[in-house]
């Protein structure tokens, strides 16, 4: 089983900044992409910015420019740097990756936990 534990949410004022963590653990052969979405109070789940494992970003376009996704293999870890933040980035940001226990076995999708960014003044 591979876990997803994200880190880094809280609250910050407008235009401020925050980074965001996303460590797998668990039986780990190895992951492909990983990324992060978010979902703000009474909206569908969506796509803020995903990493291949060559390293290739795709950002939504409310964050390009301002969000910066990156990745620690050694580490098993994605990042999100976020600048310039808005109220509309207020949500509830999740991580999520494609991983397999062993070289023979498929890719599976994992989802963290979730963590909570406020962007208030």
């Known amino acids: 089983q591979v876990q997803l534990v994200e880190s880094g949410g809280g609250l910050v004022q407008p235009g401020g900044s925050l980074g965001l963590s996303c460590a797998a653990s668990g039986r780990i052969f190895s992951i492909n992409a990983m990324g992060w979405y978010r979902q703000a109070s009474g909206k569908e789940r969506e796509l803020v910015a995903t990493i291949t494992s060559g390293g290739r970003t795709n950002y939504a376009t409310s964050v390009k420019g301002r969000f910066t996704i990156s990745r620690d293999d050694a580490k098993n870890t994605v990042y999100l740097q976020m600048n310039s933040l808005k109220p509309e980035d207020t949500a509830v940001y999740y991580c999520?990756?494609?991983?397999?226990?062993?070289?023979?076995?498929?890719?599976?999708?994992?989802w963290g936990q979730g963590t909570l960014v406020t962007v208030s003044s």
């Open positions: 999520n990756c494609n991983a397999r226990p062993s070289l023979g076995s498929m890719y599976r999708e994992v």
